[in-house]
């Protein structure tokens, strides 16, 4: 199976900042790789897909990066709404399997 | 619009069985596949199985082999998931997520609301 390891697992910071969350997977996954927002209590929502493609109606301060083993989530200016946890996830192969989160709180 | 909507929470005992179901609308259900993925209370997201929702074929997490089985019924454009010998651990939300497979890439979109499963004496 593949590993996925993300990092950091939380972090603090205020509106306006510049987020940049990595995700590391354990063998290459060429550009299979996915990250997803979830607010608590709701299911996660789709952010990027193939690594660098913003799904349709999101924002575009949202954008993400890299290719075969390391992969980066960046939001350009952090806003209200953004405060919730960042998941990544490999669809290379079955099982399709997902980093550990990261918490995006409020400083 | 595409959505998916599950069924309802379940309170189950211990080595119980429970089946949750997943509603699709807003798209032609057996051109895509259907996987289930689940959260424990505090933990990351965990890939449960999938179905094929065309020809019916399946496949399942060695995590759980044997205790879950994955089936569809196309007339009703629905995809259910049942688990048995229920522990303790298996509490948990249940989601499912179609998958959109293209040559750019495959990701799940959208999910449905979750059903929370909780296993209790």
């Known amino acids: 199976d593949i590993q996925m390891t993300q990092s950091p697992s939380s972090l603090s910071a205020s509106v306006g900042d510049r987020v940049t969350i990595t995700c590391r997977a354990s063998q290459s996954i060429s550009n299979y790789l996915n990250w997803y927002q979830q607010k608590p209590g709701k299911a996660p929502k789709l952010l990027i897909y193939a690594a660098s493609s913003l799904q349709s109606g999101v924002p575009s301060r949202f954008s993400g990066s890299g290719s075969g083993t390391d992969f980066t989530l960046t939001i350009s200016s952090l806003q209200p709404e953004d405060f919730a946890t960042f998941y990544c996830q490999q669809s290379y192969s079955t099982p399709r399997t997902f980093g550990g989160g990261t918490k995006v709180e409020i400083k | 619009q595409v959505q998916l909507v599950q069924s309802g929470a379940e309170v189950k005992k211990p080595g119980a069985s429970v089946k949750v179901s997943c509603k699709a609308s807003?798209?032609?259900?057996?051109?895509?596949?259907m996987h289930w993925v689940r959260q424990a209370p505090g933990q990351r997201l965990e890939w449960m199985g999938w179905?094929?929702?065309?020809?019916?074929?399946?496949k399942y997490s060695q995590m759980f082999q044997g205790r879950v089985t994955i089936t569809r019924d196309t007339s009703a454009s629905t995809v259910y998931m049942e688990l048995s010998s229920l522990r303790y651990e298996d509490t948990a939300v249940y989601y499912c997520?179609?998958?959109?497979?293209?040559?750019?890439?495959?990701?799940?979109?959208?999910w449905g609301q979750g059903t929370l499963v909780t296993v209790s004496s």
């Open positions: 997520a179609r998958e959109i497979d293209r040559a750019a890439g495959r990701w799940f979109d959208p």
């Open positions: 179905i094929n929702a065309g020809n019916g074929d399946t």
């Open positions: 807003g798209y032609t259900f057996t051109n895509y596949d």
